[in-house]
């Protein structure tokens, strides 16, 4: 019987240490610090963010915050999120933001702002209301990689060219065919 209450209260015991280990890398798991210090990459994301900061015009004409988001992840990958420049036209809306992408393209490299992005991915986004409200919505979103950019003229890069020259380009359809 000794034995069997021996065990029993190591094996409690086990429990509460596992319990412990599992709450303690759980709250680790769980905390929301963002120092950009601290992240892999964390300074040449701000650099890349000072860098988009100084050429990107700061007024979407509608509010909001013009970058959102701004981030290299441990594999190289940038990911940099944009609102839109709000427009009389469609047809403006798209320039705009085709034209706000190339100029985040080549803030990013040309010249490089640094060696460690493999990939840019950057995503411009608009407000679109649905029956939960109005929230920023991806309706462009560009792709290129350092290879590519390294061959790649940016004083060439139009609004014309621009699907043709990087590695993936996708813009909301209705866009794609506006006039007006």
Do not use: C
């Not at 007024?59 to 420049?85: C, H, K, W, Y």
């Amino acid at each position: 019987m000794r034995t069997f209450r021996a065990l029993s209260s190591i094996a409690a015991g086990l429990l509460v240490v596992f319990m412990l280990m599992s709450a303690t890398s759980s709250a680790v798991a769980q905390d929301t610090h963002t120092d950009l210090t601290t992240r892999p990459f964390g300074n040449e994301t701000t650099r890349l963010r000072s860098a988009i900061e100084k050429v990107l015009p700061a007024e979407t004409n509608r509010g909001g915050q013009r970058l959102p988001s701004v981030r290299i992840d441990q594999t190289g990958d940038a990911t940099v999120v944009f609102a839109m420049r709000d427009a009389k036209t469609l047809k403006e809306l798209r320039e705009d933001a085709i034209a706000d992408t190339i100029t985040i393209l080549k803030a990013t490299y040309d010249p490089p702002i640094t060696d460690r992005i493999n990939t840019i991915t950057v995503v411009g986004t608009y407000p679109v209301t649905s029956g939960r409200g109005t929230r920023e919505w991806p309706v462009l979103r560009v792709t290129l990689d350092a290879d590519k950019a390294r061959n790649l003229k940016f004083d060439k890069l139009t609004n014309e060219n621009i699907d043709q020259e990087v590695n993936n380009f996708w813009i909301y359809p209705p866009l794609i065919d506006a006039e007006g």
